[in-house]
């Protein structure tokens, strides 16, 4: 008996759970403007408590 | 009774709460991360347990403990937890975890052994924060060496915890993606800030704000590690289950 392709039991993949859709960044002023410059100004801001504390570390200031 | 030994019981709450909640996610989904921000937040909240303790009178064994676990290592613990967690490349972050561990430890040798002088006037209620610094040998002096490593294991952790947190913000908002984690890390940032800030302003001479620094450096970190683990994707099964 010849074989065809369409007698072989298909074997099916155990169905993946779908993964919910990744949640996107609204496209408002509060995201686009006010929390990039937060993060900046922390940035700035630990980074002067940096050095002042580094100052310190190196005797220009005294703790 | 001192606002500052309220707002110094309140951050150990919130700490200590905090820790809990860090441990048990850690527990029930492992990552290194976790366990060491855990250990961070346990130090953060014997620290300024023992800061509050400190507020009822003098005790040199809460004063070595709240100066080791909170002045000296809490940040360092806490930005080490940040880079496990950024940090996935080779051993850099086991490495820099041994690296901390050892320090911490020669660290704590240092900080029971250094003399402390806490009488004529150095030690004073109601706000003994206001001369914290003279209890301690100064800075210059070979003993004094406690205070010079305590700016550097908190300039590591600012470095580990900030910069970690602005760089994950920053990467989820280009990538505009995950709304929840930007501004989880954006209120860790600004957590991490003001407890440095703290630190740096009573070593500068302005320690009545360090309570509530540390407060509010615990309360921003708590809200943003709840906001950024909250509304993560989940598989759609799983979602179902909840």
């Known amino acids: 008996m010849k074989v065809t392709h369409s007698s072989v039991p298909e074997v099916r993949e155990p169905a993946r759970p779908r993964r919910a859709p990744v949640p996107r960044v609204p496209r408002t002023f509060f995201y686009e403007k006010i929390v990039p410059a937060a993060l900046i100004l922390i940035g700035v801001a630990t980074l002067l408590t940096l050095v002042v504390a580094l100052l310190g570390v190196a005797g220009v200031i005294h703790f | 009774m001192p606002v500052n030994f309220l707002l110094s019981l309140l951050a150990a709450a919130v700490s200590g709460i905090f820790s809990l909640v860090v441990l048990n996610r850690y527990r029930e989904r492992g990552g290194m991360h976790l366990l060491v921000w855990g250990i961070g937040l346990v130090l953060y909240s014997l620290s300024t347990l023992a800061q509050a303790v400190l507020f009822q009178g003098w005790n040199a064994l809460f004063f070595r403990l709240w100066y080791w676990a909170g002045a000296m290592i809490v940040a360092a613990w806490l930005g080490q937890g940040t880079i496990h967690l950024l940090v996935r490349r080779g051993r850099i972050a086991m490495t820099l975890l041994g690296v901390l561990t050892v320090a911490s430890l020669v660290a704590l040798v240092l900080v029971l052994r250094v003399p402390l002088d806490p009488g004529g006037g150095n030690f004073t209620l109601p706000n003994w924060i206001s001369n914290y610094s003279k209890v301690l040998p100064p800075s210059d002096t070979p003993e004094g ?80 590690f709840w906001l950024a683990v909250s509304g993560a994707p989940q598989p759609a099964a799983q979602r179902a289950r909840v």
Do not use: D
Request: glycine letters at 18%; charged letters at 10%.
């Open chain 2, 145 to 224: 060496v406690v205070r010079r490593l305590t700016v550097l294991f908190n300039v590591y952790g600012t470095v580990g915890l900030v910069g970690g947190a602005i760089y994950s913000g920053w990467l989820f908002l280009r990538k505009q993606i995950l709304p929840n984690r930007v501004l989880g890390n954006v209120l860790i940032a600004a957590g991490g800030l003001s407890n440095a800030l703290g630190g740096t302003l009573a070593r500068l001479g302005g320690p009545e704000f360090l309570p509530l620094s540390q407060l509010l450096g615990a309360g921003l970190i708590f809200a943003g």
